[in-house]
């Protein structure tokens, strides 16, 4: 027999189709597929360098997690000694799923719906990933709508919620920053309203930022069965946030690309300025000692390790498709192993970086207060919108400061909305190229706007409690548990390792270390299976502030997260019907590729000689 090397090669175009596969054969003829002659369509987009992918996915792992839970959750959870299971289930489940999606999505060049023919009945975990990705952009702009009206808010001459002199302070407005003595019946005055109040010591106030905050931005109402009006203040600023993430990616991804460079870094020149201003703070010390200082009695809490997988999880934006939607622009053999250390190195250094923003303004503010750290640390929107404005609002020139600090949560926040927009568009226009493709920017724009006439229902007078809803039910852990586990497996087991294993080599030039072959096949499928059960069991209902959700908006709550979860089984059973043949080949052909692999198509083809050895028998 003659073996001749094929000139086929796959760094720069499709991949060559192998002819009729296993199951067209069963089922008797050649299926049409919903695919397009190439030629017909436009050509599918690569980043412009390489740089442009990792800005890219900086940008997107890089989020408002980041920057205002992660510190929080540090502090909370022991500080120092929080960081053991953090870099534990970073290094045994973070980073190597992280590698996968993106290697994933490089080998096929398919968004995050198409790449799951890789496995065909582990599909619903692409749809599963679409719709969370939809709940995710429509509610995640919602925070920066609230970032740009607080930007605006910061250019007037007096910040508003620095006094108790606006239209909304009521007659319990007053300054956290007041100190006198109870015992000696001290008296204070308070301009509310443009009248002077006298207070006595010890009286129970509110503080002017957080009137702000709930009566003016928010008006919140008293539950979520009182949805009041729209605040059309804020139906402006989520309007301009979805005009600003649509022409950061409505040209494509070499457009893309080039924005990210902006928006990734951005942030991090307002974060070292912040830093500078925060260190030279009284009290920035003791903040940071709070922040770090390790508490290894905390270790023994379930708590603490099901919060650092979920914060890993959440900071890295798996399941999403995104990941898988970057990694597909790559050309083949770019060497994505180095690029994922990469960018998990600057996401978990930019959480580390941004705890010392914070907590050198919150140990300020501590001090300013007479209070412990404790009693005034926060975190998610009440870090954002409530401890850092009621800080600077102490500082001289606190309007810059303000302004400084709203616009990197602006920025920050940015990327990561229209990259997972991205990989939304990205997702549908790869699977139904005929329909999607020639029209992506007109796609874009009605994902927008459907996503914005969403997002109004959060801001109204009662949005606040829709908003949370859909951050505690529609992204929960559980959701992301539930995908990453079912992601893992269908890669490591269904697939098969070795076989993903041969494409890494196809992609690298080498074979990767066995380490991440034991992590996608044991280490992260146990973490996942181990925090879920954690996560189950010390499950507690949604509590906004201290208000109890009812049992009716619970119920559409876990409708919105079996709205994913349950796609995985359901997709999985529906493919298994569908499939034709005996129920040995239907078992084979729900874990065997529907797609040309590349690996194939840049194998050595064999030329036999000899016609009366068959070809399927043949081995090199």
Not at 354 to 380: D, L, P, R, W
Request: net charge neutral; aromatic share 16%; glycine share 8%.
């Amino acid at each position: 027999m003659l073996i001749r090397k094929s000139s086929v090669s796959h760094s720069d175009g499709p991949p060559v189709s192998d002819g009729p596969s296993a199951r067209d054969s069963i089922n008797g003829e050649t299926e049409a597929r919903d695919k397009v002659p190439e030629e017909v369509l436009p050509p599918r987009d690569h980043w412009t360098t390489r740089l442009d992918f990792i800005f890219s996915c900086i940008g997107f792992s890089v989020g408002l997690g980041n920057v205002w839970r992660f510190p929080y959750l540090c502090y909370k959870n022991g500080g120092g000694a929080f960081l053991i299971p953090y870099f534990l289930t970073l290094f045994f489940a973070g980073v190597p799923m992280f590698f996968l999606e993106l290697a994933l999505g490089q080998y096929l060049s398919i968004g995050g719906l198409g790449v799951w023919k890789i496995c065909p009945a582990f599909k619903g975990v692409g749809y599963a990933s679409v719709v969370v990705a939809a709940w995710t952009i429509a509610f995640y702009i919602v925070i920066l709508s609230w970032a740009l009206y607080y930007l605006f808010m910061s250019m007037a001459s007096v910040l508003p919620w620095a006094t108790c002199n606006n239209w909304w302070n009521t007659e319990r407005c007053g300054s956290e920053y007041v100190r006198c003595n109870a015992t000696a019946n001290e008296t204070f005055i308070v301009v509310i309203n443009g009248a002077n109040v006298t207070r006595s010591c010890g009286t129970d106030v509110v503080s002017p930022v957080r009137e702000f905050w709930e009566l003016n931005v928010l008006q919140v109402s008293s539950g979520v069965h009182e949805q009041g009006r729209v605040r059309w203040p804020l139906a402006l600023t989520l309007l301009l946030a979805w005009v600003v993430c649509y022409f950061c990616i409505w040209k494509g991804v070499k457009w893309t690309g080039k924005v990210s460079w902006f928006t990734s870094m951005f942030p991090y020149v307002l974060l070292l300025i912040l830093l500078i201003r925060g260190a030279t703070l009284d009290g920035a010390a003791e903040g940071i000692v709070y922040y770090l200082y390790p508490n290894f009695a905390k270790l023994q809490e379930s708590t603490v390790w099901i919060e650092a997988v979920t914060q890993i999880f959440f900071t890295y934006g798996l399941v999403l498709g995104t990941q898988i939607a970057l990694g597909s622009y790559n050309k083949y053999h770019n060497n994505i192993l180095r690029d994922a250390y990469i960018i998990s190195a600057v996401n978990t250094g930019t959480s580390l970086f941004a705890g010392f923003v914070i907590f050198s303004v919150i140990g300020f503010m501590a001090k300013e207060q007479g209070k412990s750290v404790a009693e005034v640390a926060q975190s998610g929107t009440g870090l954002a919108f409530l401890v850092y404005p009621s800080a600077v609002a102490q500082l001289p020139i606190s309007q810059l400061w303000s302004i400084l600090f709203f616009l990197m949560l602006f920025f920050v926040g940015l990327d990561s909305q229209f990259c997972a927009l991205e990989g939304f568009v990205t997702a549908i226009s790869d699977e139904w190229p005929r329909l999607f493709r020639k029209r992506k920017e007109l796609v874009t724009l009605a994902v927008c706007v459907v996503a914005y006439f969403v997002g109004l229902s959060m801001i109204t007078q009662g949005g606040i409690y829709i908003f949370e809803m859909f951050n505690f039910y529609s992204v929960s852990g559980i959701v992301l548990l539930v995908l990453i586990f079912f992601e893992c497996i269908a890669i490591s087991w269904a697939y098969g390792v070795n076989r993903f294993y041969d494409a890494l080599n196809d992609m690298l030039g080498y074979y990767p270390s066995l380490w991440w072959k034991m992590c996608w096949t044991i280490a992260t499928p146990v973490i996942c299976v181990g925090v879920f059960i954690f996560y189950v069991a010390k499950y507690e209902p949604l509590v906004y502030v201290n208000y109890r959700y009812p049992w009716w908006a619970e119920l559409i709550g876990w409708l919105m997260t079996m709205s994913s979860v349950l796609i995985i089984p359901a997709y999985g059973l529906y493919f298994f019907i569908k499939t034709k043949g005996t129920l040995r080949q239907r078992f084979k052909l729900c874990f065997r590729p529907d797609v040309d692999e590349p690996i194939k198509a840049n194998r050595l083809p064999i030329n036999i000689q000899d016609d009366s050895i068959p070809v399927e028998d043949t081995a090199l």
